[in-house]
């Protein structure tokens, strides 16, 4: 059934911004945009949303902004904590690389079914006023100065324009728009086959845990708990594997049983094979057209980390677009997104190859050495704490954009900032603009329009000021989506300096 029933409001016909894609990541930008008063439509092709479970985990770093779009306890009441990964070879355990010890807000992820993860943003759209308008196929684009014209076909063929401010593609992996762009993912790896299967089963493994299984067998296995009794699996499969082979529950079952993954499948809810390939555009902004997520950057699940990239491009974009529509500011600021986004996907890529590579070594003798290493390291040095920072993805920071200024001690302008934890979190959720945390803490000043003053509790002071290094005092600006803007020694002249580099 389409998803619009006939008594909404009619959308508006010249929209600040059209969002082609009503995936996880044009649905977090269009409830970003619409939570900052936005004029926002998205247009999706299908008529109803997939009903197929691609991205499971959701890492800490996401639940942050998802908390601050206003889904965080939606997004858990669907979900199953976990809190680290087990690594096993030969049937025996080698190694546990625990979330609990990273600093971050959320010392964990979550795994929920990505439809579960998408009904949560509609549902949060729908209440901000925004529905999807479904069977709308974005057919062309004509982007000119001062806007763009976008061409929407319906299924019988019949056509619509909708002008708009700005155009954001996150319409996946065969994006249209950044086809209409004139762009194309560039990437070369091409490599491993898997199984995957999304099952109700029946096993022992810690139901907190992610689990991936390096041998016996020529090939990996993994799996993670879902709610209820369900889990994701993935069978590695050798080279040479009759591409057309139907994918049953009895193949499954027999390659998860070669990979030492104890689990007794009874009911499938999905069924696939996946190969694995990576690659990401050159640019994310042309003009006044944008990607987005799977638009822009495609790679191996491993580590999970796709549709929570795309997500942090979406809250990256949202603010920036929303200061832009309101201030007309289309320069330095909207230029940072690319600035900032484009390496975050390159090393995102860098970082699932390698996963990828190291899950899938066929040479037994590399095998020992790799199970060795992880034995080794994981157990007995901070690497487990380091790759657990990384895929949870609390190790992104914008060091060296073109929109962050000053210096700190320990927080940087461009980190995430951490502190205080919850009132920041809180105050982004609330606040559409930026938030101030001034050193020593006083009465409220006025510092400028769009900027709110935090005043913190004493003892966030004392770690603020530590962690910044501003002993004689000074500012912290918190960008809306959550990152540190400026660390400078004076609030007045600190923070001009910071909306002068907006305007540039
Ligand atoms: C098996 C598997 C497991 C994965 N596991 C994880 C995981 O655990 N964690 C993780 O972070 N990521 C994971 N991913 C990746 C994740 O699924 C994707 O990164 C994510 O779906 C990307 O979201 P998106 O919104 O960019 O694109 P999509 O989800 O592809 O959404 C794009 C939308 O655009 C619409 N569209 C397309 N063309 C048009 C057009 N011309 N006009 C209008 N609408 C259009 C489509 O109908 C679709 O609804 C996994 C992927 C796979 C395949």
Redesign the pocket.
């Known amino acids: 059934m389409p998803e619009q029933p006939a008594a909404l409001p009619t959308p508006a016909p010249t929209p600040d911004v059209l969002v082609?894609?009503?995936?996880?990541?044009?649905?977090a930008l269009a409830v970003d945009l619409a939570r900052r008063g936005v004029a926002v439509r998205v247009?999706?092709?299908?008529a109803a949303p997939?009903t197929e479970s691609?991205?499971?985990?959701?890492?800490s770093r996401t639940l942050d902004h998802l908390q601050a779009l206003g889904v965080l306890d939606a997004v858990l009441e669907r979900a199953v904590v976990s809190r680290g990964m087990e690594l096993y070879a030969d049937g025996r355990r080698l190694a546990h690389v625990g979330f609990d010890g990273i600093d971050a807000v959320h010392p964990y992820s979550v795994s929920l079914l990505?439809t579960d993860t998408e009904a949560v943003l509609t549902a949060r759209l729908a209440e901000l006023g925004v529905h999807v308008e479904r069977s709308?196929?974005?057919?062309a684009l004509d982007a000119r100065d001062d806007g763009v014209v976008a061409t929407?076909t319906a299924p019988d063929g019949t056509g619509a324009t909708i002008e708009a401010a700005f155009v954001v593609g996150?319409?996946?992996?065969?994006?249209?728009?950044r086809h209409l762009l004139g762009l194309r993912l560039e990437g070369s790896f091409a490599g491993e086959d898997f199984l995957?299967g999304d099952v109700d089963g029946d096993h022992d493994y810690d139901p907190s845990c992610f689990h991936t299984f390096f041998s016996p067998g020529e090939a990996t296995g993994l799996l993670f708990p879902l709610p209820g009794d369900r889990a994701r699996v993935f069978a590695q499969l050798p080279p040479g594997v009759d591409p057309d082979r139907p994918v049953t529950v009895e193949w499954l079952q027999e390659a998860l049983d070669e990979r030492g993954v104890r689990l007794r499948v009874r009911e499938a809810h999905w069924l696939?094979r996946?190969r694995l390939k990576h690659g990401q555009v050159p640019r994310y902004r042309v003009g006044r057209v944008f990607l987005?997520?799977?638009?822009a950057h495609?790679h191996s699940?491993a580590g999970?980390?796709?549709?929570?990239?795309?997500i942090h491009d979406a809250v990256n974009l949202g603010w920036k677009l929303a200061l832009a529509v309101a201030s007309g500011r289309t320069g330095a600021l909207l230029d940072s997104y690319e600035a900032e986004r484009h390496p975050v996907g390159a090393d995102v890529i860098a970082l699932s190859t390698r996963l990828t590579r190291l899950g899938t070594l066929r040479n037994p003798v590399a095998q020992r050495v790799r199970n060795l290493v992880l034995h080794l390291g994981l157990e007995s040095t901070s690497l487990d704490e380091r790759l657990a920072a990384r895929v949870e993805q609390q190790r992104v920071r914008y060091a060296g954009s073109p929109v962050v200024a000053g210096h700190g001690r320990t927080v940087h302008p461009g980190d995430f900032l951490r502190l205080p934890r919850t009132q920041v979190a809180d105050a982004l959720a609330r606040t559409p603009g930026h938030l101030a945390v001034v050193l020593p803490r006083g009465w409220p000043l006025h510092l400028a329009e769009g900027v709110t003053e935090l005043v913190v509790t004493e003892e966030d002071e004392d770690a603020l000021t530590e962690a910044t290094g501003l002993t004689h005092g000074g500012i912290v600006v918190v960008r809306p989506d959550g990152y540190v803007g400026l660390v400078g020694d004076d609030p007045k002249t600190g923070v001009a300096q910071y909306l002068a580099l907006l305007d540039g």
Request: proline share 4%; charged share 10%.
């Open positions: 082609v894609g009503a995936g996880p990541v044009g649905l247009v999706d092709t299908l997939t691609r991205a499971i985990v959701v890492h990505q709308t196929t974005l057919t929407v996150t319409d996946g992996a065969r994006s249209t728009v995957l696939t996946l987005a997520g799977d638009a495609i699940p999970g980390l796709g549709m929570n990239t795309g």
